[in-house]
């Protein structure tokens, strides 16, 4: 997937193993170099609950860094329909994860939020993966090596 011009890629991915959640992902600079990744234990719940987080996270390390323009991937068209919907019910389970991340993308001068196939979004997987099994607390850093 080519990247534009000025855009910081945020690669992001949720975990759902034994009703066990983890969120992770990474942040790239404009030359795909590595910026920073993170990685956190979210508690139980569903896979969408855990992408959803994982896009919140990764919204929040890109502000973190000052970063506002954005293309976002990840591997679950679900997260992304529910990104680009009228969510008007205020009961749906994910409402207020979805409307904090809808809040973040409004902050940012530009983005875009593509889908890649789960093989592509190997590095993502694996920081989601060790968020739920080290049950870390949100771990930012500007090494990685998982």
């Known amino acids: 997937m080519e990247q534009s011009q000025g855009y910081f890629v945020l690669c992001i991915d949720g975990s759902a193993l034994?009703?066990?959640?983890?969120?992770g992902g990474y942040l790239k600079n404009e030359a795909g170099v590595f910026v920073a990744c993170y990685f956190k234990f979210l508690g139980s719940g569903d896979a969408l609950l855990a992408e959803a987080w994982s896009l919140y996270l990764g919204?929040?390390?890109?502000?973190?860094?000052?970063?506002?323009k954005l293309l976002i991937l990840t591997d679950a068209t679900n997260l992304i329909d529910l990104?680009?919907?009228n969510m008007t019910n205020l009961f749906h389970p994910l409402f207020n994860i979805v409307t904090s991340c809808r809040?973040?993308?409004?902050?940012?001068?530009?983005w875009k939020i593509c889908h890649i196939p789960s093989s592509a979004n190997f590095c993502a997987d694996a920081l989601a993966?060790?968020?739920r099994t080290s049950k870390a607390g949100l771990t930012l850093s500007r090494l990685c090596s998982v």
């Open 18 to 23: 034994d009703n066990l959640l983890g969120a």
């Open 59 to 68: 919204l929040k390390t890109a502000e973190h860094f000052n970063k506002n």
């Open 83 to 85: 990104v680009y919907q």
């Open 103 to 110: 809040r973040s993308l409004s902050r940012l001068e530009d």
């Open 129 to 131: 993966k060790y968020g």
